[in-house]
């Protein structure tokens, strides 16, 4: 390694800097080449036998990225139109995940890094979320230090004050469940199928969104709380298919509607409040619920009601994938922040 380091300064003068990223933080196997901050490749693996299980589980995950690394790395490689002897370091996902799938992709790129002698980089999953804005991309705004980002997915939601790219502070997170468990428990509750968040979206685009409502839960600052939302969904169904047992089919569009406003505005009220606080008024979203096209309509909307500037990734990028990893390998790379085989992957680590 410190023959790496040494001749890297002359490397990177000479030669553009091609980064490989792998992400197999949950049940999709994803790789991605970067050349400089531009994606030249970006390849994913989705699980389908999850489904019939109602979510993802864990041992199925894990040996599904066994299977899946190699073909979908080599499509990389060849999509990049690049050997592996072309690249520059690789950049893999350290964690939060399912600790199973985080040791394949972990193992896969040790192994790589050694292989070719060239840097190995650990990334945070929820940073490259947020750094995912600063992949090259036509008509594709980066956002300016200092903002905020709203990092939403199935097992995160956070405010992040984000002073630079590895400067980042979470100012307000949930205090049980994750915007993307309300939106996929609420589906289950209505009978949809796993993952039922983006059919909750699908119907809401057809129903009222003022048909049914729903109380928002009262917490403090900037942290949120969604288990009680969950709670008054289960409780309003039950008590409504009670009295006509095909409420759910005749009502799907506006209770899916209904649900997914009330979501949005729990989001935004936080996130007003977290621009008063701070003063920032740079708003940017990551994460897989970021793909929600009622959430991106509204942040969009609020450039011109509140005034902020707002960064919606590309919808892409929003889902688990390798590029935003590589991404933050990238800058990792610019910095020389690399590690060596021992480094450990994390089912929960700090952001």
């Known amino acids: 390694m410190s023959n790496i380091i040494q001749n890297?300064?002359?490397?990177?003068?000479?030669?553009?800097?091609?980064?490989?990223?792998?992400?197999?933080?949950?049940?999709?196997?994803?790789?991605?080449?970067?050349?400089?901050?531009?994606?030249?490749?970006?390849?994913?693996?989705?699980?389908?036998?999850?489904?019939?299980?109602?979510?993802?589980?864990?041992e199925l995950a894990s040996r599904a990225h066994q299977q899946n690394?190699?073909?979908?790395?080599?499509?990389a490689l060849k999509?990049?139109?690049?050997?592996?002897?072309?690249?520059?370091?690789?950049?893999?996902t350290q964690g939060p995940g399912l600790m199973g799938s985080l040791l394949v992709g972990s193992s896969f790129a040790k192994s790589l890094s050694l292989a070719l002698d060239v840097p190995l980089i650990a990334v945070n999953h929820m940073q490259a979320h947020i750094l995912a804005h600063f992949i090259d991309e036509e008509n594709f705004d980066k956002p300016d230090?200092?903002?905020?980002?709203?990092?939403?997915?199935?097992?995160?939601?956070?405010?992040?004050?984000?002073?630079?790219?590895?400067?980042?502070?979470?100012?307000?997170?949930?205090?049980?469940?994750?915007v993307g468990e309300a939106f996929d428990k609420s589906a289950k509750i209505l009978g949809l199928p796993y993952p039922g968040g983006p059919l909750v979206d699908k119907?809401?685009?057809?129903?009222n969104p003022k048909a049914f409502a729903f109380t928002k839960p009262k917490v403090p600052g900037l942290d949120f709380s969604f288990s009680g939302l969950k709670t008054a969904i289960l409780y309003f169904i039950q008590?409504?298919?009670?009295?006509?047992?095909?409420?759910?089919?005749?009502?799907?569009?506006?209770?899916?509607?209904?649900?997914?406003?009330?979501?949005i505005e729990i989001l935004m009220d936080k996130l007003k409040l977290a621009v008063k606080e701070t003063g920032i008024n740079r708003i940017a979203i990551g994460g897989g619920v970021s793909a929600?096209?009622?959430?991106?309509?509204?942040?969009?909307?609020?450039?011109?009601?509140?005034?902020?500037?707002?960064?919606?990734?590309?919808?892409?990028?929003?889902?688990?994938?390798?590029?935003?990893i590589g991404i933050v390998g990238y800058q990792k790379f610019l910095i020389e922040n690399f590690e060596n085989s021992s480094v450990v992957s994390k089912a929960r680590i700090a952001l």
């Open 145 to 178: 230090f200092p903002f905020l980002a709203l990092t939403i997915s199935g097992g995160h939601t956070q405010i992040v004050k984000v002073s630079n790219y590895f400067e980042m502070e979470v100012i307000g997170e949930t205090t049980d469940d994750a």
């Open 69 to 75: 690394i190699v073909p979908v790395i080599d499509a």
């Open 203 to 207: 119907y809401a685009q057809l129903g």
């Open 79 to 92: 999509k990049a139109n690049i050997s592996k002897e072309d690249l520059s370091a690789i950049a893999f």
């Open 292 to 324: 929600n096209s009622g959430i991106r309509k509204t942040l969009k909307e609020a450039e011109s009601k509140y005034g902020w500037k707002t960064f919606i990734p590309k919808f892409e990028y929003t889902t688990d994938n390798a590029a935003m």
């Open 8 to 58: 890297l300064r002359i490397f990177m003068q000479k030669k553009p800097v091609f980064i490989l990223a792998i992400e197999s933080s949950c049940d999709d196997t994803a790789a991605a080449v970067l050349e400089n901050d531009k994606v030249r490749s970006n390849v994913v693996a989705n699980q389908l036998i999850h489904q019939e299980f109602g979510g993802v589980v864990p």
């Open 239 to 263: 008590k409504e298919v009670a009295k006509n047992p095909e409420f759910i089919t005749e009502n799907l569009n506006d209770i899916c509607a209904s649900i997914q406003h009330t979501i």
